[in-house]
């Protein structure tokens, strides 16, 4: 009769969790994702098994709750996770033929599809066509010699071009008025 070995009997299954790998949480098109989008990427990942890809389920109602958002708001964060190429929709939400609704099938571009397709990967494309987030910032102080900076646009970008400050402004405009003074009652 063999011994177990010492190793052996002290072993259990380990607790799941989710991987994000260093290239992938690098990348331009991770790095570009709002925060409720990336909460929502990881809580999509951790519904993926390692064979269900292309039948992960989550619905707008189960990822409201998740994320503590309320579910009108969610579906801009799937959105944008399918625009920047993290996700695909393999099925929509429909009906099924009991008359109960059926949630959508997700698919991780990250990982090769159930019908053992390499892994699409298209947000590491993605980042290589969308635009920055960045914003264009005006001017908003005088410059130090008196003379504005005023924003001009040209071509999609905006740059500031300095105009000189006029040598003789204009005198102020004067109306003739005839004062009365009350002491006197005497005109000009």
Known sequence: MSRKKPYQHKKKGGQPFVQLHLWFIQSEAWRSLTPTARALY????????GGNNGNVRLSHREA??????????????????????????MEGPHLGPSGVGQTAKWLLTEYPGADMKPARKTFMKAGQ???PRTKSVQARHKKQDGSEAIPTRKAGAVTNSVT?????????????????HLATGRGN
Not at 68 to 87: A, C, D, M, S
């Open 64 to 89: 409201a709750e998740a994320l503590n958002l309320h579910r009108n708001t969610v579906g801009g964060y799937f959105t944008e996770l399918h625009e920047k190429g993290f996700i695909d929709m």
């Open 129 to 131: 066509t969308q635009k």
């Open 42 to 49: 990881v809580e999509l990942k951790a519904r993926y098994n």
């Open 164 to 180: 000189p400050k006029a040598e003789n402004p204009p005198a102020p405009r004067t109306e003739n008025r005839t004062i009365i």
